[in-house]
């Protein structure tokens, strides 16, 4: 069992920017990818960005140049920097990590960049 926690979020400006931190315990030594999916209201879940074991790096257009993913593959803890914020970012993000069997999922925070 890995637990998946996220933290960070919050309201912001246009053009503004913001961190996400999630952490993930338990079976840790068992993940394979870790990365963030988002969710808008009315809207299905889609992916954002991740970071594989190796550390390769892969990024949704949508994001691509304005969102930063980092991870500490010793801590077991994941960073999504976002700038240059856009109303259309806005929605619950979600943090997830990956065992060759199933995916683990946090319960979300909430990110509203307002115009």
């Known amino acids: 069992q890995v637990q998946v926690e996220e933290s960070g979020g919050g309201l912001v400006q246009a053009g503004g920017s913001l961190r996400l931190s999630c952490a993930a315990s338990?079976?840790?030594?068992?993940?394979?990818?870790m990365g963030w999916n988002r969710q808008a209201p009315g809207k299905e879940r889609e992916w954002v960005a991740l970071?594989?074991?190796?550390?390769?790096?892969n990024y949704a257009d949508s994001v691509k140049g304005r969102f930063t993913i980092s991870r500490d593959h010793a801590k077991n803890t994941l960073t999504l920097e976002m700038t240059s914020l856009k109303p259309e970012d806005s929605g619950v993000y979600y943090c997830?990590?990956?065992?060759?069997?199933?995916?683990?999922w946090g319960q979300g925070t909430q990110v509203t960049v307002s115009s």
């Open positions: 338990g079976s840790s030594f068992s993940i394979n990818n």
């Open positions: 970071v594989t074991r190796a550390g390769t790096r």
């Open positions: 997830y990590a990956s065992t060759a069997d199933r995916r683990y």
